[in-house]
């Protein structure tokens, strides 16, 4: 497209499709990931991830499975894309997700169909996984008890399965439905927006796998994105995506600030400068 070749670039850096090419290393992710992979190799059976939208909570559920060696676990993700979610419908889907071919009808059955199975999987040196995206969708205390069920299965070593749920804040008032449940969350990360040093990184980065190292964007034009943006990935990617076509369409390199400010104003977003010297460094992760 020609306002991709106007900047050198050889495809659409800023796509808010999940593309694991240009998942971006940043430390809030690395920190994340350190930890799942801690909870899955202590079997510790239950991790959560909450954050707001956009922060990139899909895209650390792939990479966190792309993370899994398929000999060493028996791993799935499952993305909850509805309300209307039974426990019935929930726990075949988590039975297939491991492996079992043709779960069974009754949900007893299923119960024992799933312990069978994931000692098959415990006494073959692996480890069940299954990461589930969108949680806060489920919206039921029966679903949260039938977790709670799974998660009672345990072998000499800890859980035989270790849960990892990605969801917007209201997963923790769901879990909260379950107090028990919510007692087992031996890992919870809680997903903020980027600060600025990190905002100049992650478009540079997107830019450089979409095939340029030129400056698109001006120093003050970047600043301006995080202002708008808050820091958030996906609104990162909007604005930046909107801002290279309006650049091209007046020949404009490197994108300035006015133009990120004539993006922001027609998605009605607002500049909003960095909250004082608070540190949330130290907040993001509990144990």
Same mark, same amino acid.
């Given at each position: 497209? !020609? $306002?991709?070749?106007?900047?050198?670039?050889?495809?659409?850096?800023?796509?808010?499709?999940?593309?694991?090419?240009?998942?971006?290393?940043?430390?809030?992710?690395?920190?994340?990931?350190?930890?799942? !992979?801690?909870?899955?190799?202590?079997?510790?059976?239950?991790?959560? &991830?909450?954050?707001?939208?956009?922060?990139?909570?899909?895209? %650390?559920?792939?990479?966190?499975?792309?993370?899994?060696?398929?000999?060493?676990?028996?791993?799935? %993700?499952?993305?909850?894309? $509805?309300?209307?979610?039974?426990?019935?419908?929930?726990?075949?889907?988590?039975?297939?997700?491991?492996?079992?071919?043709?779960?069974?009808?009754? !949900?007893?059955?299923?119960?024992?169909?799933?312990?069978?199975?994931?000692?098959?999987?415990?006494?073959?040196?692996? !480890?069940?996984?299954?990461?589930?995206?969108?949680?806060?969708?489920?919206?039921?205390?029966?679903?949260?008890?039938?977790?709670?069920?799974?998660?009672?299965?345990?072998?000499?070593?800890?859980?035989? =399965?270790?849960?990892?749920?990605?969801?917007?804040?209201?997963?923790?008032? %769901?879990?909260?439905?379950?107090?028990?449940?919510?007692?087992?969350?031996? &890992?919870?990360?809680? %997903? =903020?927006?980027?600060?600025?040093?990190?905002?100049?990184?992650?478009?540079?980065?997107?830019?450089?796998?979409?095939?340029?190292?030129?400056?698109?964007?001006?120093?003050?034009?970047?600043?301006?994105? $995080?202002?708008?943006?808050?820091?958030?990935?996906?609104? =990162?990617?909007? &604005?930046?995506?909107?801002?290279?076509?309006?650049?091209?369409?007046? $020949?404009?390199?490197?994108?300035?600030?006015?133009?990120?400010?004539?993006?922001?104003?027609?998605?009605?977003?607002?500049?909003?400068?960095?909250?004082?010297?608070?540190?949330?460094?130290?907040?993001?992760?509990?144990?």
């Amino acid at each position: 497209m !020609k $306002h991709l070749e106007f900047y050198n670039l050889k495809e659409h850096p800023f796509s808010n499709s999940v593309d694991i090419k240009f998942f971006f290393e940043n430390d809030q992710h690395s920190q994340a990931l350190i930890r799942l !992979k801690y909870a899955v190799d202590s079997s510790k059976g239950l991790a959560v &991830v909450v954050g707001e939208v956009g922060t990139g909570k899909t895209t %650390l559920a792939r990479r966190m499975l792309n993370e899994l060696d398929e000999e060493k676990y028996e791993a799935a %993700l499952l993305v909850v894309i $509805h309300t209307s979610v039974t426990t019935d419908w929930l726990m075949r889907k988590i039975a297939m997700q491991i492996g079992i071919e043709n779960p069974a009808d009754s !949900k007893l059955e299923i119960l024992s169909q799933l312990y069978n199975r994931l000692m098959e999987i415990y006494e073959s040196g692996m !480890k069940a996984v299954v990461l589930m995206d969108e949680v806060q969708m489920l919206q039921s205390r029966e679903i949260m008890e039938e977790f709670r069920g799974i998660l009672n299965m345990e072998g000499p070593d800890g859980k035989l =399965i270790t849960f990892i749920m990605f969801g917007l804040p209201e997963l923790e008032t %769901l879990l909260a439905l379950d107090e028990p449940l919510k007692q087992r969350i031996a &890992v919870k990360y809680k %997903l =903020i927006g980027l600060n600025e040093n990190v905002t100049s990184d992650y478009i540079k980065y997107r830019l450089k796998v979409a095939g340029t190292e030129e400056e698109v964007f001006s120093p003050e034009a970047i600043t301006a994105v $995080h202002h708008y943006s808050k820091g958030v990935p996906r609104l =990162i990617n909007t &604005v930046c995506d909107n801002a290279i076509f309006e650049g091209f369409l007046i $020949h404009q390199k490197p994108v300035n600030k006015d133009t990120i400010d004539q993006v922001a104003y027609s998605l009605d977003l607002k500049y909003e400068e960095e909250k004082s010297a608070t540190t949330v460094k130290n907040r993001q992760s509990d144990y």
